[in-house]
């Protein structure tokens, strides 16, 4: 398992923030496209909740989202199993855990990916994970951005 961890301290309130991230319909107001990431689809409930389920379908692979933990407005995880293309490579297990904590500014928060990656894929960790880590940082960045600029 390889665990990347990204840190963040934004002046907006911990709910502003959490509902953002849970929002993930809205995620194109404040998530560019990228190549790893064309959006998110497929969204089983509206609002999100426990259990909601959703696909994002990328280049490298088609990830199967659940909502498996959430707990307004302090923590939410999404485990992300992608199936990537071609199949023979297998699936690289992700899980996304957000974590907010409030500060006197603002809030902190903690983006950690748990990732399972196969056999298949060892030999290209090193890309995958380099990938993986420039999608988080982005994503970050990107969340920051559009919350901190938030009345």
Known sequence: ???????ADIPAAAETVFDTVVDLRGY???????SAYPGTTEISTDPIATGTTYVERGPSGVRHGTVTELDRPARVTFHQPMTMRPRLLGVIDIRVTYTLAPTPEGV???RVV???IGWPLRLLQPVVVR??????????DALAAFTSAKP
């Open 1 to 7: 398992m390889v665990q990347l961890e990204f840190e």
């Open 131 to 140: 990938q993986i880590r420039g999608e988080s940082r982005r994503t970050m």
């Open 108 to 110: 902190h928060l903690t």
């Open 28 to 34: 194109g107001r404040w998530l560019g496209s990228s």
């Open 114 to 116: 748990t990732l399972g």
